[in-house]
């Protein structure tokens, strides 16, 4: 499988189902299975649709149109496949498209593409018996031929009727001269190229016509015709004569633009020119050694530099930075092909990557001029590789192009698809396509906002259970507070208990501290002994021991109320805490909650925001569609216009040629108007004379009724029913436009040849059965008169059957084989009219070659055409060879090639046997010695009519111009001296040979003796003949070759040293 051109790569993902588009407009869809670095297949994509298909199957044939497709769903259904998506201009889509016709399973789809080629144009430019070879070679065409003006060029396979092309060639021209093609197509709106089709139950016909050229090509029911047409004008690419053909000098045109040379000026030039779509060439220099690079609408498709040989030297010699460099464009109309250039097997690809590399070692630098030169030129490389791909592949046709004929319905054929349909198909298409990707979109934003719901549902239930978790501490906390409350209230009214027991209990010590003082006092007072104040201290010192056991009670009772005071704090400050850890969890409750109601206000405005950009997406691709179809549009338009223009200007061009050759025209029709006006006068002249001679025969006939061979004559006429064919197709001959000449003098001698048979038939009743005989019996004998005329009327049937008979059927024969034969001159004529239109193109003396185009309606010339033709081929052979001697290399291989063009038309003439001036045939014999084969073969010499000088000298083959150089005469090759004579024989008179006088021969004495003056003249004549060929044998080659320096001369003369 080939590969596509380079194009834009797609790298988002896609779809290739059936009834979805893609998301780019135009484009391709290469399939690869596996690692396999080869395609298995291709689809080709207009508007986002899939419109065309191409795949190999496992049979490695290549397919196209439907079969494709199907070979490449199974291919894709069986395998592990990878698909690369490619994008192009719609441009670049319709010229990859016209490359591959057959991809397409419905044609309309090609419609609107911005096709740059007119195929028929291009087709009918080019050779026609090779159009006509290749379009029968194809297995859906029955048959093709080619004409112009009318007249049968060439043809092949078979043709409808009984095989005679002429006959179907008029017919042909008289249809497409009552259509007036051009006309029908303007005035229907049917503008632009195209060609004419004519269906039937049992076939078709296609008819394609540019100017007076016109081709037909017989083919299958449902042939597809523009796949013909595309096919073979891709097959025969390059075959196409073009300016700077053959190695001449391109044609001066206007210079766009000028500068420095080097390789970012080439580069930079290269850009315009593609920018521009300049049809030219980018000069380099202005010298002999100057390079141009050919373009073709900013493509360069050809090299020209005949100084060199390699396109490594033609790209470092374009590159010269000391060289100026021009861009020039070529004048409208001017055909550049790949022919227009001196380096053979030149590619695009080459050339850039010569272009490249050849002024830079830098790996940096050469990368660089690579990716520009990709960037510019990439698709045309990638197109040009198709092309010639694609003129050596053949697609898989069995029988039919149009894979299959239209399905029926109730004894109804369906109607085909029209282009209106197809559009309204496409619009809804793309219409359901943009609601499916909107509905995608929509339900991918559904799954993220249920994606949001869930993780919003998730932190509320996690929040919810925090909450309820932060409850329950909380609650723990107020149990926990309120029993650490119930303690604290305890400890504190035990501490209040033993504060206010040891505050009874200071009071108590204190009154009693001061009853003992008051005892003591009164104690002392009252007894004042030693033994009571004994008592008195023993009592004073429990009463302190009671004192310090209170004190120690008191200080414990006091440091176990402040440690119960201090955890009192304590829990109130954890207290605290947990009350602030409650208002907090509080707070994040309330957070969360603002946060969840912040979370659905910006779900709501995000599917406001969503409504809104749907509406914006919406209105943007209904603006983008429009855009889109208003793009095709007006490049449609764009492309009608210029093919309108093109058209034009081709009109302009035939109506001046047309003008030019109107005052020729007029003085020929007044020529033929006189001469008309002669013949009408001759003509009455004739006719007064024919009604005369029909008086006489009338009057002979009544006359003649009587004679046995007159009545023979007058009553069987069976046996002159064979020249009724021969007749028709002389008739037919004399329509066909060439001299009759030799078919009239061929019929006279064989009228000739059957009244001499006639007169001998009747020799012997005139002789014995003459009126005064039979008057003399009819007196005396009736009856015997009777018997004599009948049995005389019966010899002279008998004799009429048989001699006359026999001479009338060879006869017929004799005229059958000429007529073929003149065939055969016909064709030959036409070749050696376009071997000499070659030549002519090859600088010729036009005068030379008109005088011989002038003779190319004679067949009695053929020989003298044919010798002149070849002179004039080898005179032009013989420069060729002086001049290349003189050149230098480069021009001396252009020179070459025409030499070789030159040698192959002297081939082709000496093939047909017609160089050496004596041609073989049956026709070629009668017109040397003006005797018919029967009578060469069959009758002896002596009883053979004699030839008559007039009509030796109406087939003499002669020409009509006068600058011609070599006499019309048989080529005799005797051995000459230097001065050019010949020896001739002396004269033998053989009396052994030479048979006595009979006595039957006595009455052709005179006969003998006029034959023999005859030939003598004839040998006298040719003898004058040989002496003025000796003549001029020596003079016109001094001149030829006076003729040919001078030419040589004038050509050098115009070089720049």
């Not at 009856?783 to 009948?790: L, P």
């Amino acid at each position: 499988m080939f590969e596509l051109p380079q194009g834009q790569p797609f790298e988002e993902s896609f779809s290739i189902e059936e009834g979805s588009l893609l998301p780019f407009a135009h484009g391709s869809i290469t399939t690869r299975i596996g690692r396999r670095k080869s395609a298995s297949g291709h689809r080709l994509v207009r508007g986002g649709k899939v419109v065309a298909w191409m795949a190999v199957n496992e049979e490695g044939a290549l397919l196209g149109g439907l079969d494709a497709r199907l070979e490449l769903e199974r291919i894709e259904r069986d395998n592990k496949t990878k698909q690369f998506a490619t994008t192009y201009t719609i441009r670049g889509l319709g010229d990859i498209a016209d490359a591959l016709p057959e991809a397409f399973e419905h044609q309309v789809d090609r419609q609107g593409l911005g096709s740059t080629v007119n195929f028929v144009e291009r087709l009918l430019a080019r050779d026609l018996s090779t159009v006509v070879e290749q379009l029968a070679a194809n297995v859906t065409v029955r048959g093709a031929l080619a004409m112009d003006g009318g007249l049968l060029i060439d043809h092949a396979g078979d043709l409808p009727g009984l095989g005679e092309a002429e006959t179907v060639c008029a017919h042909l021209h008289e249809l497409l001269a009552g259509m007036n093609m051009e006309t029908v197509a303007d005035e229907l709106g049917l503008r632009g190229q195209g060609h004419l089709t004519l269906h039937s139950d049992k076939g078709a016909l296609l008819l394609a016509q540019t100017g007076s050229i016109a081709i037909a090509a017989w083919t299958e029911k449902d042939a597809n015709h523009a796949r013909l047409i595309s096919s073979a004008s891709l097959a025969l690419e390059g075959e196409l004569g073009a300016a700077g053909h053959g190695g001449a000098k391109l044609p001066d045109g206007f210079t766009l633009r000028e500068g420095k040379g080097g390789p970012d000026a080439v580069v930079s030039m290269l850009k315009a020119a593609m920018h521009e779509t300049v049809t030219g060439h980018l000069q380099s220099g202005s010298s002999s050694k100057a390079v141009s690079l050919v373009l073709d609408r900013g493509v360069p498709i050809a090299c020209w530099a005949p100084s060199v040989d390699s396109i490594t030297e033609a790209m470092s010699m374009l590159t010269d930075p000391k060289r100026k460099v021009k861009l020039i464009r070529l004048p409208a109309g001017t055909i550049v092909s790949a022919q227009s250039g001196t380096i053979e097997g030149f590619t695009l690809s080459q050339c850039c990557s010569e272009l490249a590399k050849v002024r830079t070692r830098s790996e940096a630098r050469q990368s660089t001029l690579t990716a520009l030169l990709n960037e510019t030129f990439g698709f045309e490389m990638g197109l040009q590789s198709l092309q010639q791909s694609r003129s050596t592949m053949a697609f898989v046709s069995s029988g039919m192009d149009v894979a299959e004929p239209l399905p029926v319905v109730k004894d109804q054929a369906l109607a085909a698809v029209d282009a209106g349909l197809r559009r309204r198909l496409e619009k809804s298409q793309q219409a359901e396509d943009s609601l499916n990707r909107e509905k995608s979109k929509l339900e991918r934003k559904i799954a993220e906002l249920e994606k949001k719901k869930e993780a919003a549902q998730i932190v509320a239930r996690e929040a919810s259970e925090s909450r309820q978790e932060q409850v329950e501490v909380v609650e723990k906390a107020h149990a926990k507070l309120n029993a650490m409350q119930v303690d604290l209230a305890q400890a504190r009214s035990i501490s209040e208990e033993s504060s206010s027991r040891a505050e009874r209990l200071m009071r108590r010590v204190n009154e009693l501290e001061h009853q003992v003082s008051e005892r003591a006092a009164e104690l002392a007072k009252a007894i004042g002994d030693s033994s009571s104040s004994a008592a008195l201290h023993e009592n004073l010192a429990s009463m302190a021991s009671k004192e310090a056991e209170l004190q120690a009670n008191l200080g414990e009772g006091s440091q176990r109320l402040t440690t119960i005071r201090q955890q009192s704090d304590d829990e109130e400050r954890r207290l605290r805490v947990l009350t602030e850890q409650v208002s907090s969890a509080r707070e994040r409750h309330a957070r969360v909650q603002a946060d969840l109601i912040t979370l659905k206000e910006q779900v709501h405005l995000h599917q406001v925001e969503l409504e809104a950009s749907r509406s914006e997406t919406k209105a943007a691709r209904t603006r983008l569609d429009e855009d889109r179809e208003r793009r095709a549009e007006e490049e449609s338009r764009r492309s009608h216009v210029h093919a309108e223009l093109r058209e034009l200007m081709e009109e302009r061009r035939m109506l001046l040629r047309e003008l030019g050759d109107l005052g020729a025209r007029r003085g020929h029709a007044e020529a033929e108007l006189s001469s008309l006006v002669h013949q009408a006068t001759s003509l009455a002249e004739a006719h007064e004379e024919a009604l005369a001679d029909i008086k006489e025969a009338d009057r002979l006939r009544a006359r003649l009724a009587d004679e046995p061979l007159a009545q023979a004559l007058l009553n069987d006429n069976t046996t002159f029913e064979g020249l009724g064919p021969v007749l028709s197709r002389l008739e037919h001959a004399r329509t066909l436009g060439y001299s009759v000449t030799m078919l009239d003098r061929a019929v006279e001698r064989s009228l000739q040849v059957i009244q001499s048979t006639v007169d001998h038939v009747a020799s012997t009743p005139r002789h014995l059965l003459s009126s005064e005989v039979m008057t003399l019996l009819e007196r005396q004998v009736p009856q015997t008169a009777g018997a004599v005329r009948g049995l005389a009327r019966w010899s002279v049937q008998q004799r009429l059957e048989h001699q006359l008979g026999d001479t009338v059927n060879h006869v017929v024969v004799d005229l059958e084989h000429l007529l073929e034969e003149y065939d055969r001159s016909i064709t030959m004529l036409r070749r050696i009219r376009n071997v000499l239109e070659q030549v002519e193109r090859l600088g010729a003396p036009e005068h030379e070659v008109k005088a011989l185009l002038a003779n190319c309606q004679r067949p009695e010339a053929l020989p003298s055409l044919a010798q002149g033709t070849r002179r004039l081929i080898q005179v032009a052979l013989d420069d060729i060879y002086l001049e290349a001697d003189q050149r230098d290399a480069g021009e001396a291989m252009g020179l070459e090639e025409t030499a070789k063009v030159l040698e192959d038309l002297i081939a082709q003439i000496d093939a047909s046997g017609l160089a050496d001036g004596v041609p073989l045939g049956n026709l070629w014999d009668f017109q040397r010695d003006g005797l018919l084969p029967f009578e060469r073969d069959s009758i002896p010499e002596s009883q053979r009519l004699p030839v008559t000088e007039g009509m030796l000298e109406d087939l003499e083959p002669h020409l009509l111009a006068a600058e011609t150089v070599e006499t019309i005469a048989p080529e005799i090759k005797p051995v000459t001296d230097d001065a050019g004579w010949a020896a001739l024989p002396a004269p033998s008179i053989d009396e052994s040979v030479m048979p006595a006088p009979s006595p039957q021969s006595v009455g052709t004495t005179v006969t003998s003796l006029e034959d023999e003056r005859a030939a003598l003249e004839a040998e006298l004549a040719r003898i004058d003949a040989a002496w003025g060929h000796r003549e001029s044998a020596i003079t016109p080659l001094t001149s030829a070759k006076d003729a040919a320096l001078n030419d040589l001369e004038s050509r050098l003369s115009e070089l720049e040293f």
